[in-house]
């Protein structure tokens, strides 16, 4: 039997966590069934719970062998992807840089907490660019050296190991988020979010966002 894969998201124009997983299955070509939950409201935990144990999108149910099984976080639903999924190199197949990429991935994941409480994720809006504090300051400024460093060594292919990996997915949100806030960035940087951007599947993505936020803004 099939595997069948189920990812349950969060409203597409909020959830950073949500884009991670859903754009990397999306770019790999792997088949899964969206389930979105809207965020922001009475009976979102309650939604959630039912699909998720930690109360928390994305989670990504698996079935087809008679046992579904669930796994949440974005990060763990990657690599169990790559795992599951290797040729779609979901990681680079050279093992330095499969190294690399994982460290960049993880530290998005489990970082950078004064940029995402800042520079909240909002894809249909425009923001003037707030008053930016030394810490977010410090954050932009890695998120950029991280981008500059991994761009000057893998140059073909035009993202951060060449093709699209899991470590484009997890700064995908951020790629948004400096486009919502007019982030002033070096000309490497720019046009690395502008590459991102212009994926068929961040199109998509950002289509369903504005449409949400167009349904929210007419009650």
């Known amino acids: 039997m099939a595997t069948r894969y189920t990812l349950f998201i969060g409203s597409k124009n909020w959830s950073s966590w949500s884009l991670r997983p859903w754009l990397a299955m999306k770019i790999a070509h792997i088949p899964f069934e969206e389930v979105l939950v809207p965020l922001r409201t009475p009976e979102t935990k309650a939604r959630v719970l039912v699909n998720s144990p930690s109360g928390k999108v994305p989670a990504l149910r698996i079935g087809g062998d008679g046992v579904a099984r669930v796994v949440w976080d974005s990060l763990a639903i990657c690599e169990t992807l790559a795992e599951r999924h ?27 907490a004064e940029l995402r409480k800042v520079l909240p994720m909002d894809i249909a809006a425009r923001h003037p660019t707030p008053a930016l504090t030394d810490a977010v300051q410090a954050d932009i400024a890695r998120v950029i050296a991280i981008w500059t460093s991994a761009l000057a060594r893998n140059k073909h292919g035009g993202f951060l190991f060449g093709q699209f990996t899991i470590a484009d997915a997890f700064y995908a949100p951020v790629v948004t988020r400096f486009e919502t806030y007019g982030v002033h960035l070096p000309a490497p940087a720019q046009a690395y979010t502008q590459r991102v951007l212009a994926l068929a599947a961040m199109r998509e993505w950002q289509a369903a966002a504005k449409a949400e936020a167009e349904q929210s803004a007419a009650g």
Not at 86 to 107: N, T
Request: zero cysteines; charged letters at 30%; glycine letters at 8%.
């Open 86 to 112: 290797a040729e779609a190199s979901l990681w680079p197949k050279d093992a330095g840089l499969r190294e690399e990429a994982r460290s960049v991935a993880a530290e998005m994941h489990s970082g950078f």
